[in-house]
């Protein structure tokens, strides 16, 4: 009866020695057994049995896709100095769960001086504006160079990406002043193509304006000649010859002129001399001075053409 509370004590620490090597392994984790501080076993997700003071548990890999960002800054071929940041996403490969634990000590460390080798390599051979553009290529080449690195350690690389590239703030200010002023001189350019255009389609319509006003002048003086015409042709009719007939017509005109001059509080009015006989005086002289320069014409026609040039710069004088 004396040994009853030792058997409750021994069986106590018995049952918490051997509840000590029961343990889990979450999902998408490995936990990497050791047996006297060698590589004993590898345990996956689920419910599991170590020996206690034999077994420990040295550490635990996770399957998952983890994502490292590096911030790496490197001087570019026309000595600009710019920072990149380099998001690196990797993962550890199944098949090579002791490599990925045993060989390296810290696989951030590894990445991330790989990264900065290759993006001081390959930004030094681009200028600004080319490393905007190839950006994509940095990130190929550093994949390229971590996955021949890392997957004899047993690391995977899923993707490499430059997600942001950031000059010196100068530089930057430089670069929008001259995407500035090229969008000005761009739009300077449209501008005065728009006003090109303006001037010649005004050009046009005043041309064409020009065009049918003198058409509407030439059709204006041909229904007046046509109307003059019928006008004496009803005047003779009734024994009025042709030039007293022109001369009526001529003194009709005149007064309906000054008829429409009067009805306009402002109209400016010349007043030549008005008698009896001025519409067949005005008449005579207009009928004289149309012989005469038909006259004139007729005799030019005679004359050699240098003559003709001679008597015009002669008048000109």
Known sequence: MPFEPFFLIGGFFTFIILMSGIFTVKQQSVAIVERFGRFHS????????????????????S??????????????????F??????????????????AFYKLESPNSQITAYVFDVVRAEVPKLKLDDVFERKD??????????????????????????????????????MNQINSAERKKIAAE???????????????AEAESKRLQGQGIADQ???IARGLEESVDVLNKVGINSQE????????????????????????????????????????QMITAFTASQQLGEEMKRIPVPQQKQIELKNNK
């Not at 390229?144 to 990406?161: P, Q, S, T, W």
């Not at 001369?247 to 009067?262: K, N, P, R």
């Open 82 to 99: 710019v920072r990149l940041n380099v998001s690196v996403q990797y993962h550890v490969l199944a098949e090579a769960l002791y490599d």
């Open 221 to 223: 003086r041909r229904e």
């Open 245 to 284: 007939a022109s001369a009526l017509i001529v003194v009709t005109q005149h007064y309906d002129t000054m008829q429409s001059m009067g009805e306009h509080s402002r109209s400016n009015l010349i007043l030549l001399p008005n008698n009896p006989t001025a519409g067949a005086d005005m008449l005579t």
């Open 190 to 204: 449209y501008e005065g193509e728009a006003e090109k255009i303006r001037i010649i389609a005004k050009a046009r």
């Open 137 to 174: 290529d940095i990130a190929v080449a550093v994949r390229r160079e971590l996955e021949e690195a890392m997957n004899e350690y047993g690391y995977g690389i899923v993707k490499a990406l430059v997600t942001d590239i950031d000059p010196a703030e100068e530089v930057k200010v430089a």
């Open 63 to 80: 399957l998952k896709i983890q994502q490292l960002d590096v911030r790496v800054e490197t001087k570019t071929k026309d000595n600009v």
């Open 42 to 61: 590898l345990r996956r997700s689920g419910l599991h049995f170590k020996i206690p003071m034999f077994d420990r548990i040295a550490g635990r890999l």
